[in-house]
């Protein structure tokens, strides 16, 4: 387990964007897989998009893919979520989540809450029409 803190959620109308923040407290954040889900009320978690240690691959949920980035400062120890063309199905809480093993995953795998063994306690996303 380590510690992570999200950040940069509130409410945006529609179309709009957004840039969420995960700051991690761990001393070898560059070799942790990254991952953001989110979960509404009512609804299951579910997997947003990751990225890898290193290089830094990434990995997206069809419904954002070409919406959303998912990028890493490993000097910073922090990833984030950069959200654009936000509709108000995004509505969600989002939450960060790290793999902190270092160990190879397909991105099927990346896509399930399996993999990672550390998550934040979330930020609110709200999108109104």
């Known amino acids: 387990q380590v510690q992570l803190v999200e950040s940069g959620g509130g409410l945006v109308q529609a179309g709009g964007s957004l840039r969420l923040s995960c700051a991690a407290s761990g001393r070898t954040f560059s070799t942790y897989t990254m991952g953001w889900f989110h979960q509404a009320p009512g609804k299951e978690r579910e997997f947003v998009a990751a990225i890898s240690p290193r290089i830094g691959s990434t990995y997206y949920a069809d419904s954002v893919k070409g919406r959303f980035t998912i990028s890493r400062d490993n000097a910073k120890n922090t990833v984030y979520l950069q959200m654009n063309s936000l509709e108000p199905e995004d509505t969600a809480v989002y939450y960060c989540?790290?793999?902190?093993?270092?160990?190879?995953?397909?991105?099927?795998?990346?896509?399930?809450?399996?993999?990672?063994?550390?998550w934040g306690q979330g930020t609110q996303v709200t999108v109104s029409s």
């Open positions: 989540a790290a793999d902190t093993r270092g160990w190879q995953h397909t991105s099927v795998v990346l896509a399930t809450p399996n993999p990672y063994n550390s």
